[in-house]
């Protein structure tokens, strides 16, 4: 579906993630390895993205209410030995209208999981005070000479608290932002924005906006809070 190569068992996932029927705790870990990934996961993720809103086109949107939503779980629930002939049955139908593909059975097993999860969904607790040691958590490299290190994402607003350094002469690739994204510089310097910023400097990206001269002579360390759906740009 891309031109990068990504492995399988990412596909599946990025597959998985557009159709919403990841595990709120598959979702949170796949929207970390989404944040810090280079090119090839965030491509086959908008690709995958592109065909569900394609397939979006032919369907009006239908918001149920809360009442029948509850009768539909339940009905699902009280009907989970016959969950895997309505699946197929889907599949056939939606086959008419689209090139035939088969889906990886590990795929299929997730949306079958998916349904039972709806049915019957475990309850959530969040934990009301989250600490992060400077030697715990993974940098991950985002670009030559650019990791972070993700601190928190929020299950809310979507946006992804991170750590990211830069080494001397490094750069970022430019993005256009899904979401608002803030920086603060910790340490050392960098230039964003067309703008020098030094320590202690914060800077602020709304929305659709876009940075394309992201990068660093001397190195830095920023605190930045962004979204992992950015848009990277060519």
């Known amino acids: 579906m891309t031109s990068h190569q990504v492995p399988q068992e990412l596909e599946e996932q990025a597959a998985a993630y557009v159709l919403g029927i990841l595990t709120p705790e598959d979702r949170v870990v796949f929207e970390k390895r989404l944040c810090l990934s280079k090119n090839g996961l965030e491509a086959t993720t908008q690709s995958f993205q592109a065909v569900v809103e394609q397939l979006g086109f032919g369907v009006p949107a239908i918001e149920p209410s809360a009442a029948l939503r509850e009768r539909v779980l339940a009905q699902v629930g009280r009907e989970a030995a016959q969950e895997e002939q309505t699946f197929q049955s889907m599949v056939d139908h939606v086959a008419f209208a689209a ?4 889906p990886p059975a590990s795929l299929r097993d997730r949306l079958l999981d998916q349904v039972r999860y709806e049915a019957h ?8 005070l989250t600490f992060v040691r400077a030697s715990e958590g993974e940098w991950i490299e985002m670009a030559p000479g650019v990791t972070a290190k993700v601190l928190y994402l929020d299950p809310v607003s979507r946006r992804a ?4 350094r830069m080494t001397p002469g490094s750069a970022y690739a430019p993005h256009r932002h899904a979401e608002p994204e803030e920086r ?7 230039f964003c924005g067309g703008q ?3 320590v202690g400097d914060y800077h602020r990206a709304e929305a659709g906006t876009e940075h394309h001269d ?13 979204s992992p759906q950015n848009e990277m740009l060519s």
């Open 184 to 190: 603060y510089v910790l340490e050392g310097g960098c």
């Open 121 to 128: 969904p475990p309850r959530q607790t969040i934990t009301p």
């Open 161 to 164: 608290t991170a750590l990211v």
């Open 196 to 198: 020098e910023l030094v």
């Open 99 to 102: 090139s035939p593909v088969a």
């Open 214 to 226: 992201t990068s660093s002579d001397t190195g830095c360390l920023l605190l930045i809070i962004s």
